[in-house]
């Protein structure tokens, strides 16, 4: 089922399609509690659903935005960037509101298909949100032409898909898949023997293995062997013989393995470490949202088989200091929920997303905040300063990269880290811009 829901104060259930989730007044979740629901929770907090709502200090005309992801989906699950939405509509609540206002986050489940990216898009007109921000989908052709046909705009998308560097209502804070793989490649170019990429059978997968050999040839590289996956497969032991077998064909440079497969890396990582002693040695890489700390700890550290391996980021690594006031937010408003792990490139868009949404309502002032206010905010010069966690981010004609095929795109650097003693650590110091890479792939 697909629906959509506000912060809400009761446990969590399976939901109706349409159902709502919204944040609980003082008042209500006050009376909520009193009558046996932190009993109930206690132990558990936000996890269970119990999630605090405003403090009443914010006056105004509440602000009402959308955050979609895949949630509990045999795929793709993003369960952080709604968690995140809604903690850090608590914390700005808390403290004042957004230039006076009550921020009202709806979440929606997208469920990672076609259908149901469309409905959460529905939803969004229905509710007459401000816009959707900080939300994951792979489906753009689904979700942007509702929300074109309503003005809607489209806030700190994940980057999955081409369409999200196209419309006109979106607003990209990073390179999306584009960059990543593009940046990646470039790195792998200098070092790699034959490299092999392992992505998902989809729409967005596909676009994968040319980004990836744009940075390939930029480094003057051949090709990538091609691996295919389900997108919902259990067990890659076919993919892995594939890559194992495509990259220890020459015997003089070690080959590189790139799985490219977001949350479903882990299960190909293991069916990759019960092969791989059937093989010569070879090097692994990815990009963050399929390999973070969390994945490298799980596949066994510095032992394991990404000891050595490149990752490519958008962002700082998670232990730069930067990330503190999202931290912070995280600490006050969703300790123990298990959902919001600061490493996840999901929650770090969603927290950079939120922070140029504040940034256009407190430019706006005390005027009128819609749909249509904020979209002519964003392209009439505004400046972003996400406190140095991408480049200073403005969506006026003149700030667009101009590369053919993502006419949106104002933010294409990446960060390279590469695990070392079991820790992602930062490979180079900045960030690195691939836009002639990219550019090199539409015209080429």
């Known amino acids: 089922m697909t629906g959509r829901r506000r912060t809400s104060s009761s446990p969590t259930r399976p939901r109706e399609p349409g159902s709502v989730r919204r944040a609980a007044t003082p008042r209500v979740r006050t009376a909520l509690l009193s009558a046996g629901a932190l009993v109930a929770c206690a132990s558990i907090a936000v996890a269970c659903g119990v999630v605090p709502g405003t403090t009443g200090e914010a006056g105004g005309d509440p602000v009402t935005v959308m955050t979609w992801a895949p949630e509990n989906t045999t795929s793709t699950n993003k369960p952080g960037m709604p968690a995140m939405a809604s903690a850090y509509a608590r914390w700005v609540n808390a403290h004042g509101g957004l230039h006076g206002r009550k921020l009202d986050v709806l979440t929606c489940n997208e469920h990672n298909d076609y259908v149901g990216a469309a409905k959460c898009a529905r939803l969004a007109v229905k509710e007459n949100v401000v816009a ?75 676009q994968l293995p040319l980004l990836l050999n744009s940075g390939l040839k930029a480094g003057k590289h051949t090709t990538a062997e091609d691996v295919r996956a389900a997108d919902d497969a259990n067990s890659f032991d076919d993919q892995a013989q594939q890559a194992l077998r495509r990259t220890t064909s020459n015997p003089l440079k070690k080959g590189c393995v790139v799985p490219a497969l977001d949350d479903r890396t882990g299960t190909f990582m293991d069916s990759f470490r019960r092969l791989s002693g059937d093989y010569p040695a070879v090097r692994t890489a990815s990009v963050l949202g399929s390999v973070d700390q969390s994945v490298v700890d799980a596949s066994g550290g510095s032992s394991g088989p990404y000891e050595g391996a490149y990752v490519t980021g958008w962002y700082p690594e998670a232990t730069d200091a930067r990330w503190a006031p999202m931290k912070q937010v995280i600490r006050e408003e969703a300790f123990g929920d298990n959902r919001i792990d600061p490493a996840d490139v999901g929650v ?26 904020i979209h002519s905010a964003l392209d009439n010069g505004l400046k972003v300063d996400t406190g140095g966690l991408t480049p200073t981010l403005s969506w006026r004609l003149q700030d667009l990269t101009a590369v053919v095929g993502f006419p949106r795109l104002v933010n294409s650097d990446v960060t390279f880290q590469v695990v070392r003693d079991g820790q992602l650590l930062a490979a180079h110091k900045g960030f690195v811009n691939v836009s002639k890479t990219l550019g090199e792939t539409t015209n080429g």
């Open 132 to 206: 959707v921000v900080g939300s994951y989908s792979q489906y753009a052709s689904s979700f942007l032409s509702p929300l074109e046909s309503a003005g809607i705009p489209y806030i700190g998308g994940y980057g999955l898909t081409d369409d999200e560097f196209k419309s006109v209502l979106s607003y990209p804070v990073n390179g999306g898949q584009p960059a990543l793989l593009a940046g990646l490649g470039e790195e792998l170019g200098k070092s790699c023997g034959p490299v092999a990429l392992v992505r998902p059978d989809t729409v967005a997968g596909d």
């Open 348 to 373: 770090q868009t969603t927290w950079i997303a939120y922070t140029v949404l504040k940034k256009v309502i407190d430019s706006l002032g005390g005027g009128e905040v819609t749909a249509r206010t």
